[in-house]
């Protein structure tokens, strides 16, 4: 017979670890970019550099990356990383 375990399993944790998330995005901004300099969490996309088609590349490295389906518009939607970032977290909880 199967053995049963009195103690209760652990919640599985759901969605994209933030950590990881952030330490992805900024990497995939600077490839976008395709600059070195640091981009801030609070600074808008378009002031750190990206443009419509740096835009439609760092959204397709990270739909690739994070197994979702982005349209290349969210850059506008959410215009910093800090925005992105919580919008990529929550969609992966959904």
């Known amino acids: 017979a199967p053995e049963v ?3 209760p399993a652990l919640p599985e944790s ?5 950590a990881y ?3 992805k995005l900024m990497f995939f901004i600077k490839e976008a970019i ?5 981009v801030e969490l609070d600074s808008a996309f378009m002031e750190a550099g990206m443009d419509s088609l740096s835009s439609v590349a760092l959204m397709s490295m990270v739909a ?4 979702m389906s982005l349209s290349p518009s969210l850059v506008f939607d959410f215009p910093t990383p800090r925005t992105l ?4 977290i929550e969609e992966s909880r959904s």
């Open 5 to 7: 375990s009195a103690v």
């Open 14 to 18: 759901k969605g994209l670890d933030p």
């Open 21 to 23: 998330v952030a330490e």
């Open 34 to 38: 395709a600059s070195d300099d640091e």
């Open 64 to 67: 690739k990356e994070f197994r």
């Open 85 to 88: 970032q919580d919008h990529l």
